[in-house]
């Protein structure tokens, strides 16, 4: 997933996901993730100051045929009341099952 996003938003190359907000499943052949990321150690200070916005937030993706992950989308600025349920990316059967993605 890091190397998906950072695809989409080359400014963040030090960022990793962070432990235990990380979603994975699949709903009708197409493999979806949710994550939040964290900036890692040599993160600039502008790294940083993205992080506090953009960063924060839930990022998803699915795999291509292909079996690549792509960045889909994020949570809304504020985020939706029912998490990852109100993200059209994702199918709501999966959100549900994800328990529309909490915030720990």
């Not at 993200?87 to 959100?95: D, H």
Request: net charge neutral; charged share 15%.
């Amino acid at each position: 997933m890091t190397v998906a996003y950072q695809r989409s938003f080359p400014r963040f190359t030090h960022i990793q996901p962070v432990p235990g907000q990380f979603f994975y499943g699949q709903c009708g052949g197409v493999r979806y993730a949710a994550t939040q990321f964290e900036s890692t150690s040599g993160a600039s200070h502008e790294e940083l100051v993205s992080m506090q916005d953009e960063g924060s937030a839930r990022k998803y993706f699915r795999s291509t045929s292909a079996g690549n992950w792509s960045y889909v989308a994020s949570d809304g600025f504020p985020r939706g009341p029912r998490g990852c349920g109100d993200v059209p990316q994702i199918p709501e059967a999966l959100a549900a099952v994800w328990g529309n993605c909490p915030v720990m």
